[in-house]
C-alpha cells in the first residue's frame, strides 16, 4: 500500500523558510507517470495547490507562490521536500502532500494523501 508522511515544524516565525518532508512508502517517487503534489489549507479555507514534482523530477508551481516556493526530491530516500521562504502568518496552514495520476488534474484524480501537517506562522 502506499503511504505518504507529513513531517516538518509545527511553528516557524515570520521571515524564516519553511521545510516539510514528505516521506512516501510502498512506491518509487520515480514511477512512471505519478506526479508529487504539495497542497495546503488555511484556517476556514480551500485547499490551495502549491506545486509538484514528476516522476522525471520537473517542477512546477502555483504562480502566486512561486517566487517563494521550491520542491526538491531526494530519490534515494523516497522523499519529496517542499521549501517555502519568507513566510508570513496567513501561510499559517494544514499542509498535504498527495499524489496524483495526472498532471493538472482535480483533487479527485488524486489517490493518495498524507494526512497533513498543521504549521502556525508566528513570532
Known amino acids: 500500500q502506499v503511504q505518504l508522511q507529513e513531517s516538518g515544524p509545527g511553528l516557524v516565525k515570520p521571515s524564516q523558510t519553511l521545510s516539510l518532508n514528505c516521506t512516501v512508502s510502498?512506491?518509487?517517487?520515480?514511477?512512471?507517470?505519478?506526479?508529487w503534489t504539495w497542497i495546503r489549507q488555511p484556517p476556514g479555507k480551500g485547499l490551495e495547490w502549491m506545486g509538484v514534482?514528476?516522476?522525471?523530477?520537473?517542477?512546477y508551481y502555483n504562480p502566486s507562490l512561486e517566487s517563494r516556493v521550491s520542491i526538491s526530491r531526494d530519490a534515494a530516500n523516497n522523499q519529496v521536500t517542499l521549501h517555502l521562504g519568507s513566510v508570513i502568518p496567513e501561510d499559517t496552514a494544514l499542509y498535504y502532500c498527495?499524489?496524483?495520476?495526472?498532471?493538472?488534474?482535480?483533487?479527485?484524480?488524486?489517490?493518495?494523501w498524507g494526512q497533513g501537517t498543521q504549521v502556525t506562522v508566528s513570532s
Open positions: 510502498g512506491a518509487s517517487i520515480t514511477t512512471n507517470y505519478y506526479y
Open positions: 498527495a499524489r496524483a495520476s495526472v498532471l493538472g488534474g482535480t483533487y479527485d484524480r488524486y489517490d493518495t
Open positions: 514534482v514528476s516522476y522525471r523530477g520537473n517542477t
